[in-house]
């Protein structure tokens, strides 16, 4: 099966599930969409030997190749990874979502259609190889996301965490779209896999910084780095499926996927390692050491999710310099970091998923997440106790258990930068030190989501709900998940050889690399790694036993928190928004062409002084006759006349013998068509004015105002100015093409008999395209209106 036909079931069954809304099918759109997970994982698993074989699934279709954008997609080994990801852990959450929604509180086709949407624009994401394809995939996983955290709308966190979010990650994708501009710029093509050959041409353009740091700033803000970790935490307010989807294994990897996927660009300069190294160990500091103080188990989740992006985001620092300069042992050194980073991607992306069911079910169950309610679950919950402790001991790097595995290879990687020539030892020591104390914490936070919910007693009486059984089918997707967890312990070898090493070899398109994978060891000897994770073990447990430390916490300013200084940040733009709109918008006609023309008059005025004034070759001014002159003369007198009257009748009849004496000039130039129209046009528009004034309000007139006067009189002149140098410039033939050549050869250039649909259709078919989405959104919009229907309880907002 092609990749796009991939893409076209998806939108087949999304299509089913939004047929079944209103219906009494609804109750099965859950099982409906599963289906597309279910195709999807198995599709992407039938193609693991493939790929490992060295080759790659394509797919393209030119699109707008004028501008080099295409439908191009590519599955080779780093979007077999993702997709399969996203495909496996989907499946989980789509079946674990059908027990966790009420089929009779919640809208399900609504909610699925959002969450294959969702599914279908991450997989965009991973396979496209085209870069404006990337980021059209991108930007939808945004609007995706801020549908599904908005989900409960009535609430009003929801709302604002949908907000946040969207603001946040939209402002990295721009800066990113603006980044893949400029490297299409340098290179001539918007291929991905082209534009990595050219890597060395992309690093010796001046604009290889600018395009870097901008793409940099859409990977930090859709992984949620420091400091644009403050949407995630807020994005919990989503139900706990999307939740699990979102952290786990789609949105919040998107931003280190594109860091390997542009690995070979980016990796050409060293200040970019330094950059991404300390910006990931900085996350991975504030992320776990605020998860430890959240009281709600989602809270502190969310915030580890933070910690563990910064984590893998430090490996991809140092593994960014792989291969750079050709294999050295160094090279090797940076290639094991990278390597270490895609392994703790897929422990992440399983553990973290069964973290967030095994907590989701505990809401479901008891009706709250409340770490001070809850307590001695595990006798009523065994199982859910027992799944949701093999995750957080994996998360905290316990042995036995996947995450042990991939924390050793972050700290074998932080311990060789000493052994490398762009860290010296002083820098080494730093960066060990941060991720060490960054590690004491994810221990802290992993061993309270064991003990505070399911060990001491239960508190029956503060919780909402009394849990009577065990969660039921919501333990089905969570417990298949969680046998990973030690089966990748056991043979992650396998995993490196099938799925890592492709994923490395086709980052690079360097066969080589296979030669070079990492050995995966549970035991490596007393080295400095197993000291630092006795270390850990040590004071970690410390830390629990011994809380009082806590009150650090307290003596933390909230004047200092990012997320206040959005707040305050959000609410001076609002006052600034406030006041400028109040500034333009007074309901005054004249300033608002006052504004029109005074930024046309600075685009004009600045593409002149740019382009500078052509010499001027030739000119033509037709001869005219008294009488054309009389009229001339006649026109512009009305016209000045116009701007100091203030009686509406009198200016639609001055207006009127403007349009009078034009068609009059038509004659005059023998072009009785247009004379005939004008004719037409000036007497409706002249009658239609005359009958509305009929239902216009008296409106206060303003006093003549010479300041007022003088804008009008200067804006005037300008326009006449630049319309006579538009007339000459157009007469010197040198500078642009005849319009007339394209109606002459419109049967070659466009295959069109009529050269109206020549215009429409091909000369102007991008603009058409727009007039039509355009005409598009705003049926949508009238659709909306005429259905809209206040629900059953809600306030109506027109009373």
Same mark, same amino acid.
């Given at each position: 099966?092609?990749?796009v036909?991939?893409?076209? #079931?998806?939108?087949?069954?999304?299509?089913?599930?939004?047929?079944?809304?209103?219906?009494?099918?609804?109750?099965?759109?859950?099982w409906?969409?599963?289906? =597309?997970?279910?195709?999807?994982s198995?599709?992407f698993?039938?193609?693991?030997?493939?790929?490992?074989?060295?080759?790659?699934?394509?797919?393209?279709?030119?699109?707008?190749?004028i501008?080099?954008?295409?439908?191009? *997609?590519?599955? &080779?080994?780093?979007?077999?990874?993702?997709?399969?990801?996203i495909?496996?852990i989907?499946?989980?959450?789509?079946?674990?979502?059908?027990?966790?929604?009420?089929?009779?509180?919640?809208?399900?086709p609504?909610?699925?259609t959002y969450?294959?949407?969702?599914?279908?624009?991450?997989?965009?994401?991973?396979?496209s190889?085209?870069?404006i394809?990337?980021y059209?995939?991108?930007?939808l996983?945004?609007?995706?996301s801020?549908?599904?955290?908005?989900?409960w709308?009535?609430?009003?966190?929801?709302?604002?965490?949908?907000?946040k979010?969207?603001?946040?990650t939209?402002?990295?994708?721009?800066?990113?779209?603006?980044?893949?501009?400029?490297?299409y710029?340098?290179?001539?093509? %918007?291929?991905?896999?082209?534009?990595?050959?050219m890597?060395?041409?992309?690093?010796?353009?001046?604009?290889?910084?600018?395009?870097?740091?901008?793409?940099l700033?859409g990977a930090?803000?859709?992984? =949620?780095?420091?400091p644009?970790h403050?949407?995630?935490? &807020?994005? #919990?307010?989503?139900?706990t499926?999307v939740?699990a989807?979102?952290?786990?294994?789609?949105?919040?990897?998107?931003?280190?996927?594109?860091?390997?996927?542009?690995?070979?660009?980016?990796g050409?300069?060293e200040?970019?390692?330094?950059?991404v190294?300390?910006?990931?160990?900085?996350? *991975?500091?504030?992320?776990s050491?605020?998860?430890?103080?959240?009281?709600?188990?989602?809270?502190m989740?969310?915030y580890?999710?933070?910690?563990? *992006?910064?984590m893998?985001m430090?490996m991809?620092?140092?593994?960014l310099l792989?291969?750079?300069?050709?294999?050295?042992a160094?090279?090797e050194?940076?290639?094991?970091?990278?390597?270490?980073?895609?392994?703790h991607?897929?422990n992440?992306?399983?553990?973290?998923?069964?973290?967030f069911?095994?907590?989701?079910?505990?809401?479901h169950?008891?009706?709250?997440?409340d770490?001070?309610?809850?307590?001695?679950?595990?006798?009523? #919950?065994?199982?859910?106790?027992?799944? #949701?402790?093999?995750?957080?001991?994996s998360?905290?790097?316990?042995?036995?258990?996947?995450?042990?595995?991939?924390?050793?290879?972050f700290?074998?990687?932080?311990v060789?930068t000493g052994?490398?020539?762009i860290?010296?030892?002083?820098?080494?020591?730093?960066?060990?030190?941060?991720?060490?104390?960054?590690?004491?914490?994810?221990?802290?936070y992993?061993?309270?989501l064991i003990?505070?919910?399911?060990? $001491?007693?239960?508190?029956?009486?503060?919780?909402?709900?009394?849990?009577?059984?065990?969660g039921? $089918?919501?333990l089905?997707?969570p417990?298949?998940?969680?046998l990973f967890?030690?089966?990748?312990?056991?043979?992650?070898?396998?995993?490196?050889?099938?799925?890592?090493?492709?994923?490395?070899?086709d980052?690079?398109h360097?066969?080589?690399?296979?030669?070079?994978?990492?050995?995966?060891?549970?035991?490596?000897?007393?080295?400095?790694?197993?000291f630092?994770t006795?270390?850990?073990y040590?004071?970690?447990?410390?830390?629990?036993l011994?809380?009082?430390?806590n009150?650090?916490y307290?003596?933390?300013?909230?004047?200092?928190?990012? %997320?206040?200084?959005?707040?305050?940040?959000?609410?001076?733009l &609002?006052?600034v928004?406030?006041?400028?709109?109040?500034?333009?918008?007074?309901n005054k006609?004249?300033?608002?062409?006052?504004?029109?023309?005074v930024?046309?008059?600075?685009?004009?005025?600045? $593409?002149?002084?740019?382009?500078?004034?052509?010499?001027i070759?030739?000119?033509?001014?037709?001869?005219?006759?008294?009488?054309?002159?009389?009229?001339?003369?006649?026109?512009?007198?009305?016209?000045?006349?116009?701007?100091?009257i203030?009686?509406?009748?009198?200016?639609?009849?001055l207006?009127?013998?403007?349009?009078?004496s034009?068609?009059?000039?038509?004659?005059?130039?023998?072009?009785?068509?247009?004379?005939?129209?004008?004719l037409?046009?000036?007497?409706?528009t002249?009658v239609?004015?005359?009958?509305?004034?009929?239902?216009?309000p008296?409106?206060?007139?303003?006093n003549?105002?010479?300041?007022?006067?003088f804008?009008?009189?200067?804006?005037s002149?300008?326009?006449a100015?630049?319309?006579?140098?538009?007339?000459i410039m157009?007469?010197?033939d040198?500078?642009?093409?005849?319009?007339?050549?394209?109606y002459?050869?419109? &049967?070659?250039?466009a295959?069109?008999?009529?050269?109206?649909?020549?215009i429409?259709?091909?000369?102007?078919?991008l603009?058409?395209?727009?007039?039509?989405?355009?005409?598009?959104?705003?049926?949508?919009?009238?659709?909306t209106?005429?259905?809209?229907?206040?629900?059953k309880?809600?306030? %109506?907002?027109?009373?």
């Open positions: 099966m092609a990749l036909w991939l893409f076209f #079931m998806i939108i087949v069954v999304m299509s089913i599930v939004l047929m079944t809304m209103n219906t009494k099918f609804s109750r099965f759109a859950g409906l969409s599963l289906i =597309a997970p279910l195709l999807s198995i599709y698993i039938s193609k693991i030997k493939y790929i490992y074989n060295g080759n790659s699934v394509t797919y393209f279709k030119e699109w707008i190749p501008i080099d954008v295409n439908l191009d *997609l590519r599955l &080779d080994g780093l979007s077999l990874i993702f997709a399969l990801l495909s496996l989907g499946a989980g959450v789509f079946l674990y979502a059908i027990y966790y929604l009420s089929h009779e509180k919640d809208n399900l609504r909610f699925y969450l294959l949407m969702f599914m279908l624009a991450m997989l965009g994401v991973v396979l190889n085209n870069t394809l990337l059209t995939f991108w930007e996983t945004s609007i995706s801020f549908l599904l955290i908005s989900y709308y009535q609430r009003e966190k929801s709302q604002e965490g949908a907000l979010s969207f603001l946040i939209v402002f990295g994708g721009m800066a990113m779209l603006v980044g893949l501009i400029l490297l710029s340098i290179t001539g093509t %918007n291929t991905i896999t082209e534009q990595v050959g890597a060395d041409k992309i690093f010796e353009s001046p604009w290889f910084v600018l395009a870097v740091i901008l793409i700033l930090f803000t859709k992984s =949620a780095q420091f644009f403050i949407w995630l935490p &807020d994005a #919990m307010e989503a139900p499926p939740s989807y979102l952290h786990s294994a789609t949105m919040v990897k998107a931003g280190l996927y594109l860091l390997l996927r542009f690995t070979p660009i980016i050409q300069s200040w970019v390692v330094y950059t190294v300390t910006i990931g160990l900085i996350t *991975l500091l504030v992320g050491f605020f998860a430890v103080n959240k009281k709600d188990l989602k809270a989740l969310a580890s999710t933070i910690s563990q *992006l910064g893998i430090t991809i620092g140092l593994g792989a291969l750079n300069n050709g294999f050295k160094d090279n050194i940076f290639l094991a970091s990278l390597f270490a980073a895609i392994f991607l897929i992440h992306a399983i553990f973290k998923s069964v973290l069911m095994g907590v989701g079910i505990i809401d169950e008891t009706g709250t997440r770490v001070n309610k809850l307590g001695g679950l595990r006798t009523i #919950m065994p199982i859910t106790a027992v799944v #949701m402790t093999i995750s957080a001991l998360m905290a790097g316990i042995p036995l258990f996947n995450g042990f595995l991939s924390k050793e290879k700290f074998t990687s932080l060789e052994h490398t020539d860290f010296n030892q002083t820098m080494s020591i730093v960066m060990i030190t941060a991720g060490f104390v960054g590690s004491i914490f994810t221990f802290v992993c061993m309270k003990k505070e919910p399911f060990f $001491g007693k239960i508190k029956q009486e503060q919780l909402p709900k009394v849990p009577r059984h065990d039921g $089918g919501l089905i997707a417990f298949i998940i969680v967890v030690p089966v990748i312990f056991f043979v992650p070898n396998v995993l490196g050889e099938y799925l890592i090493g492709p994923a490395l070899r980052i690079f360097d066969d080589q690399i296979m030669n070079h994978i990492p050995h995966i060891k549970a035991w490596h000897g007393f080295t400095v790694e197993l630092l006795i270390g850990i040590i004071i970690g447990i410390l830390l629990v011994l809380p009082k430390w009150v650090i307290s003596k933390i300013s909230k004047q200092f928190e990012i %997320n206040t200084l959005y707040s305050q940040g959000m609410r001076l &609002d006052r928004s406030t006041l400028l709109i109040q500034g333009i918008m007074n006609l004249n300033q608002y062409l006052h504004i029109i023309y930024i046309f008059f600075v685009i004009i005025g600045y $593409g002149i002084y740019q382009v500078g004034i052509y010499d070759a030739y000119y033509h001014i037709t001869e005219a006759s008294t009488f054309e002159i009389i009229i001339l003369i006649n026109i512009v007198i009305t016209a000045t006349a116009l701007m100091f203030r009686e509406r009748m009198t200016m639609t009849i207006n009127g013998v403007i349009g009078y034009i068609a009059v000039v038509f004659i005059f130039m023998k072009a009785p068509d247009l004379a005939l129209t004008q037409v046009i000036e007497t409706i002249t239609l004015f005359l009958l509305v004034f009929y239902h216009l008296n409106v206060q007139k303003d003549p105002n010479v300041l007022s006067e804008i009008k009189l200067a804006i002149l300008l326009m100015v630049f319309v006579v140098i538009f007339v157009m007469q010197q040198s500078l642009f093409d005849k319009i007339s050549y394209y002459a050869n419109a &049967d070659e250039l295959g069109v008999k009529n050269i109206v649909n020549g429409l259709g091909d000369f102007r078919a603009d058409t395209m727009l007039e039509g989405i355009v005409i598009l959104i705003a049926g949508l919009g009238i659709y209106l005429v259905k809209f229907k206040i629900r309880g809600e306030p %109506n907002e027109r009373k």
